[in-house]
């Protein structure tokens, strides 16, 4: 039903969740756009906490028609698939058509090696 309406924000939510490991990125939707996709039905377009790991969907997670028809477009799309894979996002929609994607993969942790201790009394008593 809003494939087509995503399809048309494609290009600027990719360029979005490549920007999203600096932070949550933003972008305003037309409600029309959503609105004659909608066919005239009453529909809420909003969601929240649509949370992509690896690229899929959380199994069990009930979501609206608008936010499984943007799963499906960023599934379809080579570009998109790499960009969310080994990665997590979590996407959500005000009711004010504000899509809000937000990088929620973890931060490595740096891995600093543990200096040998006794290599270093070695090297001491050398000197």
């Known amino acids: 039903m809003f494939t087509q309406t995503w399809k048309k924000y494609l290009s600027i939510i990719i360029i979005l969740i490549k920007r999203s490991v600096n932070g949550p990125q933003e972008m305003q939707v037309n409600f029309s756009d ?4 909608a066919g005239g039905r009453k529909i809420k377009f909003n969601f929240s906490n649509m ?3 690896n690229g899929r969907q959380n199994y ?3 979501l609206p028609p608008v936010a499984t028809d943007l799963i ?6 080579d570009a998109a698939l790499q960009l969310l894979k080994n990665k997590n996002y979590e996407f959500a929609m005000t009711s004010n058509m504000m899509l809000t994607i937000t990088n929620t993969t973890p931060v490595a942790e740096a891995e600093v090696p543990a200096a ?3 290599e270093v009394v070695e090297d001491v008593e050398a000197v």
């Open 60 to 62: 069990g997670e009930k």
């Open 51 to 53: 949370q992509l790991n």
């Open 34 to 37: 959503f609105e004659r996709a």
């Open 72 to 77: 499906q477009v960023l599934q379809e799309n």
């Open 116 to 118: 040998d201790t006794d």
